[in-house]
Structures are given as structure tokens and as C-alpha cells.
């Protein structure tokens, strides 16, 4: 059984900065999971934010957070983190790590396509 736990959410003003973690734990070893944060607004769908595929280091990001999120991955400690910085308004939504073991890699950006999720973590950035 696979479980994701979400922490590190909170109230930030504009321009400031938070980390989100998501520690996995489950039977299969971390690393043969794709992991990817998603986040959703009130009234608004589901969106890809940042995502990192199994056995690859490398992250990818959404245009909208490009240059301002950083997403990092710790295999030892079964963890991924989502680096905030320059937080806007805009970013307010509930953030949720999500995990796939079998993921076409085009279909990253894809919630439907994940089969785990987390509870998930409130974001407000409010002055």
C-alpha cells in the first residue's frame, strides 16, 4: 500500500517562500516512481506544476512557475520537496504530490495518469 504525505503548506505574503515536502512510504522503492506536484484552485481544474520521472534527477516545470519553484527528490529519505520562491497570489491553491510506477512520458502533466495521491497542502499567498 502506497502513502504520500503532503506538509509544509501555510498563509505567505507576496514575494515570499515556502517548502513543500511529500514523503512516500509503500513497499516498492521510491525511485521506481514517478513523482509529480500538482496543485488546485477553488472553481478551477487540477494542474501540473512540477514533476520528476523514475530514475531521472532531472525536473520539469510548468511555464507558470518556471524560474520560481524548484522541485528536488531525496531517494534515501523517500521524499520530494517543491521549493517556492517569489510566491504570487496566484500560486493559492491546495498542493498535492501524486506517484505513478507506469507513466507514458508524455503523459507526465496528466493527473488521470497517476495512481497515488496525497491529502494534499493549503497554500495561500495573502498580504
Known amino acids: 500500500q502506497v502513502q504520500l504525505v503532503e506538509s509544509g503548506g501555510g498563509l505567505v505574503p507576496p514575494g515570499g517562500s515556502l517548502r513543500l515536502s511529500c514523503k512516500y512510504s509503500g513497499t516498492n522503492p521510491f525511485n521506481t516512481y514517478t513523482v509529480s506536484w500538482f496543485r488546485q484552485a477553488p472553481g478551477s481544474e487540477r494542474e501540473f506544476v512540477a514533476g520528476?520521472?523514475?530514475?531521472?534527477?532531472?525536473?520539469y516545470a510548468s511555464d507558470s512557475v518556471k524560474g520560481r519553484f524548484t522541485m528536488s527528490r531525496d531517494n534515501a529519505a523517500n521524499t520530494v520537496y517543491l521549493q517556492m520562491n517569489s510566491l504570487k497570489p496566484e500560486d493559492t491553491a491546495v498542493y498535492y504530490c501524486?506517484?505513478?510506477?507506469?507513466?507514458?512520458?508524455?503523459?507526465?502533466?496528466?493527473?488521470?495518469?497517476?495512481?497515488?495521491w496525497g491529502q494534499g497542502t493549503q497554500v495561500t499567498v495573502s498580504s
Open positions: 501524486a506517484a505513478a510506477r507506469q507513466l507514458i512520458p508524455s503523459s507526465l502533466r496528466v493527473p488521470a495518469q497517476y495512481d497515488y
Open positions: 520528476m520521472k523514475r530514475f531521472n534527477s532531472n525536473p
